[in-house]
Structure formats: C-alpha cells, structure tokens
C-alpha cells in the first residue's frame, strides 16, 4: 500500500512563490504517476499537474501553465509542485495523488493548505 503525505503548504502574497513536496512510500507501482490537484472552497476538485515516472513527462493545468512547474528528486520518491508568480485563485487545499484522473483506487494524501492574500 502506498502512502502519501504533503508538506509546504503556507500563506504568501500575491506574486510569491511556494514548493509543495509529496513523499511516497509504501510500494509504487512500476511507471507510477504521481497527480498534484487543489481544492478551492466551494469548487470542485481540479488537477494541477501530472508527473510519470516512466519518462519523467509532465503535464501543467491551463490555469498554472507558465507559473507552476512539477519533478521528482533523483534519488528519493519525492514528487515537488514548484509554483511561481502565485494568485488569489490559487488559494486551495493541494493534494497529491497516485493518479491524474479520478479513478476510485488512487490514493490521496491528507492535503497541505495554500493561500494567497495580501
């Protein structure tokens, strides 16, 4: 089984910039991908970027393309969620997940607050 957990989360003014971490462990499938998704209040549930550890690929949401960038540790099964330049609408509870689309075994972390405010 595998288990995820978030850390990074914080509160930062518009045009700042925060790192998310997700640690993996337990056991990870073989060309695993790793889905960082956020939550607003009141929203539904959206993903943000998708990483493949097959090739180390990644896939950035419209709404973060340019701003927010995903990869892995080299030597750990630590995916980051890098985000830039970040906006109001960017305050949510992130998530990692053990997918990129919702599928009903993926595994999901317990969330790591953001919030953008001046």
């Known amino acids: 089984q595998v288990q995820l957990v978030e850390s990074g989360g914080g509160s930062v003014q518009p045009g700042g910039s925060l790192r998310l971490s997700c640690a993996a462990s337990g056991f990870l499938s073989e060309g695993y991908v790793i889905g960082w998704w956020r939550q607003a209040p009141g929203k539904d549930r959206e993903r943000v970027s998708c990483f493949a550890s097959s090739d180390g690929s990644t896939l950035m949401g419209t709404a973060v393309e340019g701003r927010f960038t995903t990869s892995k540790d080299r030597l750990e099964n630590t995916v980051y969620l890098q985000m830039n330049n970040l906006k109001p609408e960017d305050t949510g509870i992130y998530y990692c997940?053990?997918?990129?689309?919702?599928?009903?075994?993926?595994?999901w972390g317990q969330g790591t607050q953001v919030t953008v405010s001046s």
């Open positions: 997940a053990t997918a990129c689309r919702i599928k009903a075994t993926m595994t």
